[in-house]
């Protein structure tokens, strides 16, 4: 069972510093840049047409995939590279750390609007778009990529490290024998979560569409939205079993056999238990076709590449950098400089930006912050309420767990975004209809991360201590306080962050929507910051972005992440 | 066969050879200015083609620091290294180190972890698989070439890593603490073997070093031991070891020779009059807490006093089945305090030492409290609680006094001992919630 924490993992340290203020002023400029580009959008932007023959899906489910593989591979190389970067300089920490903390806190789908505005401003209309989604999707995945390999290349073991420098491997032997294994499982269990939350942009990015401008992308996505859209059930259920489909077959032969080939990479030096098993991967290791393949093109291939990286690069020391020269440090003066007076002047022109908000408006836009965080604080308890009794039962029982499991790893998988048409559909005519769809997305998109969480806590809880509960006659009330919550805190705060991320995520797209024809809206910040975008009213674009940027870094800096200081000093179980 | 100072402790055949290594006022220290901590001084030593040379001493003597110097993965702050006449420059090509933890790559086998080291060095395929084979052949692991780490036993581990240490036929093999990982029986074995590999010069190495806290291993396997004591890491006696190979434990010569080791360490570390030292802050150097366990403190009196009050620290390790790095800062707590006194080898109770190992549970804190309180460290977190307006103060305040005296690391060691003497004396204790340390209220000593 698998009883590792899922979710982001923060750095210690204050609240905010100088750093978190510079990359905050960066985010704010490049949502002005971006939204001056969207002065420039073409106000009106056909949609694609959508086949709702059940023939049509296996070409739009290539395209999802396609989208999604694109801004994997994307984000696989961004982390490794970044990720190294940020290992290897002085900057590292300094710098290069606090960006990768604050941008993976921040509520992309916020920036849905601003990315897809002014791409489509930049580059031909379809390309921009497809580019945003793309775009969206990496900047969705890849922080929590980056920030894993990273924590991997500052906690590969002395004594590997030293045995690498005295036996003379170059920078290429030791990240292909040292680094990159010591960081493979890591990395792999965290490109599958970001894999996971890449469908619930991209089915979020294929539907998206406001007013005379039609954002959406051929895929299932879109498919989903127009056949919820006719009222065409049959449809719906043949768009709902290819996504399952394609998710499925994608853990059967993706992610299941890497986990089982990446076991081997495990650093504790005694054997599990219960390894990771993988069908497919037991295919393959039996085929005889890949054993040749392997041996007579692969095997071949890596050694002269590695004996062409050894005899080309002459082994590096690890040495700190060297001191600058001043030249060197010249140069370095004059591009911080710059960068600074850049940051500046985009400063002063977003805030010239911002003038044009009334003070009504500014209180509009904080009222609607009220309103949502409202609705994510209903849904988290709604989250809490029944994940937590679920998730200890599954968590503590080995048979329900092996019941279980599989199931709501199905339903968990499917993104909540997809099924965001067909809930409308059921709801919109309710009074109040789209605030509960509002809040259901919410949960659906986020709830699946605090079950995981609680049933990876509860199956970590050691035996010994639940047999000692047991012993002591300690029930009910008394097991849950002294034992079970306790245990559980550093599980239900990782579960809660990542809900509460996701929950801020999905007001963009389920606050303000267009169905069948007609817009609903109710009170939000995620509707103010469609509405914004539907009218083209630039500024309350950028106003109401960055409220929801501050608010939800804030929230995350004061609340979160000193319940997740306290949580790793005073509850972890190891 | 005897002691000797540094100068004078090569023999005479080795005076007309090149060393292989000439180690030359090297200090290394860290840190810079007040804090600075000097974890080498002035080292000078010489290592012959042909010889087996151990660096013994107790742990924070920077013998392995040492180490990394020679073999150029550390730099030293001061002096060189030369290597055949020639000044070092990063990390020695003809070099390579046996790991105390193996540092083996878990994800490869025997034989991929073996070849790792060639294929770094650029030889081919073909080659590699040969060497690394043959290799695995000799340290006796044929038949797991293709077993990972994970799946072998701590001595079978240990011989992958002298295999791949060998691989690249390194001239200067170097050994950091490789056997103390390891469980008894498959240490002997695996030392026996490689003394068979190197007295019958099956291995085309030049000369091993290493770094051992393990007496007996010094005296079984070298043929020179450097004794290296702390504060700071220095060289303090060379011996030469002639016996002849095998060498037997039980023959009284090596039992002299290890009496003598004994004697050249523990002579050293424990001055007569026991030196308190000054508080934090204070002028004058601030002794350090040594990182004592009070269980094994008491447990070693005890141990003491059931033998006559007298033991022989080297029968009495034996018998406690502990390292020198695990017995000597329980001798030194003992010393400390005024409970025991070591004479040449030897440790003495004192009639304080002996009322507390046969006190009573309240009686023995009553005792230690009394003492503790005469150690300036201790005394100093004491009284500045009770300064202190409701006898609470964080723990920053302590650390950053201490970091005027201690690495930061050291610092809060050091604070963590204190806070465990202070707990068990019931002085003063530390609140886990605040991160504060707070005065105790004592619990009266029963009149019965």
Redesign the interface.
Same mark, same amino acid.
């Given at each position: 069972m698998q009883k590792r924490r899922i979710g982001p993992a923060f750095v210690p340290g204050p609240a905010f510093d100088v750093g978190d203020a510079v990359v905050v002023i960066a985010i704010i400029v490049a949502l002005y840049v971006g939204v001056r580009l969207a002065f420039q959008a073409p106000a009106v932007i056909r949609g694609p047409e959508i086949n709702l023959s059940p023939r049509a899906l296996p070409w739009y489910a290539l395209l999802s995939l396609g989208r999604m593989a694109a801004a994997y591979l994307l984000s696989l190389l961004f982390s490794l590279t970044y990720a190294y970067a940020a290992a290897r300089s002085r900057l590292g920490n300094r710098v290069l750390l606090p960006i990768i903390d604050i941008l993976q806190s921040v509520p992309i789908l916020s920036f849905l609007p601003v990315v897809v505005l002014s791409l489509t401003a930049l580059l031909p209309e379809r390309l921009g778009i497809e580019l945003a989604s793309i775009l969206l999707i990496f900047t969705s995945q890849v922080w929590n990529m980056t920030f894993s390999f990273y924590q991997s290349l500052t906690t590969v073991p002395n004594d590997l490290r030293e045995a690498a420098r005295i036996f003379r491997f170059n920078t290429w032997l030791r990240f292909k024998t040292m680094e990159l294994p010591f960081g493979a499982i890591p990395l792999i269990w965290n490109s599958m979560m970001s894999w996971a939350g890449g469908w619930f942009f991209l089915m979020a990015a294929e539907i998206f569409t406001l007013g005379a401008r039609d954002f959406r992308l051929p895929g299932l996505g879109s498919y989903l939205q127009t056949a919820a859209n006719q009222g065409n059930i049959t449809a719906v259920l043949w768009g709902l079993g290819t996504l399952i489909t394609v998710i499925v077959l994608m853990d059967q032969f993706v992610w299941r056999p890497l986990l089982a080939w990446a076991d081997k990479f495990k650093v504790e030096t005694v054997e599990a238990d219960e390894p990771p098993q993988s069908w497919f991967y037991d295919l393959l290791g039996r085929s005889w076709l890949l054993e040749q393949w392997q041996e007579h093109i692969i095997s071949p291939l890596v050694e002269r590449l590695d004996l062409a990286m050894v005899r080309s690069r002459a082994p590096q020391a690890e040495q700190p950098a060297h001191n600058p020269t001043r030249g060197e440090r010249l140069w370095q003066g004059l591009a911080i400089g710059l960068v600074v007076v850049g940051l500046l002047y985009g400063l002063i022109r977003a805030i010239g930006l911002l003038q044009a908000l009334s003070a009504t408006t500014w209180l509009a836009i904080l009222y609607g912050a009220a309103a949502t965080f409202v609705r994510v604080l209903i849904a988290q308890l709604i989250s809490l309420a029944w994940t937590l009794p679920v998730g200890v039962a599954i968590g503590l029982n080995k048979r329900l767990a092996a019941v279980l499991q599989p199931i709501v790893q199905i339903v968990a998988s499917i993104p909540a975004t997809a099924l965001f048409p067909v809930i409308l559909l059921f709801l919109i005519n309710l009074p109040g209809g789209l605030n509960i769809a509002a809040i259901l997305l919410m949960l659906m998109g986020t709830q699946w991360y605090l079950l995981f969480n609680i049933i990876a806590g509860a199956s970590a809880i050691p035996r010994d201590l639940l047999y000692t509960t047991e012993t002591l006659g300690i029930r009910g009330w008394d097991r849950w306080r002294t034992l079970i919550l306790p245990a559980l805190f550093p599980y239900l705060i990782t579960g809660m962050i990542t809900a509460s991320g996701g929950s801020w995520n999905a007001s963009i797209v389920a606050e303000h929507v267009e169905f069948a024809g007609q817009t609903h809206s109710t009170l939000g910040l995620g509707a103010i910051i469609a509405r914004a975008t539907a009218q083209a009213d630039y500024p309350l674009l950028l106003g109401a972005t960055l409220v929801m940027i501050l608010v939800v870094l804030t929230i995350n800096r004061l609340f979160w992440r000193r319940l997740y200081a306290v949580a790793e000093e005073r509850y972890k179980l190891d | 066969m005897g002691t000797s100072t540094p100068n004078a402790s090569t023999t005479s055949t080795n005076d007309r050879r090149e060393p292989l290594i000439e180690v030359r006022n090297v200090s290394k220290w860290f840190g810079r200015g007040e804090r600075r901590i000097i974890a080498l001084e002035r080292v000078n030593l010489k290592i012959y083609p042909g010889e087996f040379v151990t660096l013994l001493g107790p742990s924070g003597c920077g013998k392995s620091t040492l180490l990394?110097i020679i073999?150029g993965?550390a730099q030293p702050s001061e002096g060189e290294v030369l290597y055949r006449g020639q000044p070092l420059r *990063?990390?020695n090509?003809h070099?390579?180190?046996v790991?105390?933890?193996?540092?083996?790559? +878990?994800?490869?086998t025997v034989q991929g972890n073996v070849e790792?080291?060639l294929?770094? $060095? *650029?030889v +081919?395929?073909e080659e590699r698989h040969q060497r690394a084979l043959a290799l695995i052949d000799k340290v006796g692991l044929d038949g797991f070439e293709n077993a990972?780490?994970?799946?072998l036993s701590g001595g079978m581990r240990q011989k992958v890593g002298f295999a $791949?240490a060998m691989a690249?036929e390194p001239e200067l093999l170097c050994l950091d603490e490789p056997f103390s990982a390891l469980d008894v029986l498959s240490a002997e074995s695996l030392r026996g073997e490689l003394m068979e590999l190197w007295t019958s010069k099956a291995i085309p190495t030049q000369a091993i070093l290493m770094v051992t806290h393990n007496i007996e291993e010094a005296v079984f396997m070298a043929d020179r031991i450097v004794v290296m004591d702390k504060d700071p890491g220095r060289v303090v006696a060379e011996l030469e070891v002639t016996l002849p190979h095998p060498r037997r434990r039980k023959d009284v010569r090596f039992i002299q020779m290890v009496d003598q080791v004994y004697a050249a360490i523990a002579g050293k570390t424990q001055p007569e009059e026991v030196e308190l030292g000054s508080a934090p802050g204070e002028p004058g150097k601030t002794e350090m807490l040594p990182h004592a366990p009070l269980g094994a403190l008491a447990g070693l009196l005890e141990v003491i006093a059931a033998s006559g009050g007298r033991a022989d620290l080297y029968v009495l390790g034996d018998e406690l089945v502990m390292d020198l790095d695990e017995l000597f800062p329980v001798v030194e707590a003992a010393e400390r305090l005024g409970f025991a006194q070591v004479d040449r080898g030897d440790i003495v109770i004192t009639p304080l030492g002996e009322s507390f190992a046969e006190a009573g549970i309240l009686a023995r804190k009553e005792i230690f409290r009394q003492r503790i309180r005469r150690v300036p460290l201790i005394r100093w977190i004491y009284t500045t609680l009770l300064q202190a307006e409701d006898h609470r103060l964080p723990e920053e305040v302590f650390l950053r006094g201490l970091e005027q005296d201690f690495t930061e690391e050291e610092a809060k060691r050091q604070l963590e001992t204190a806070i465990s003497w202070g707990r068990y004396a019931e002085l003063f204790a530390f609140d886990?919630n605040t991160d504060e340390l707070f005065l105790e209220e004592p619990t009266p000593v029963p009149t019965v």
């Open positions: - | 990394r073999t993965l *990063g990390v090509p070099a390579t180190i790991f105390q933890s193996f540092a083996l790559y +878990p994800w490869l790792a080291a294929k770094a $060095r *650029g +081919p395929a990972y780490p994970r799946e $791949r690249v886990d």
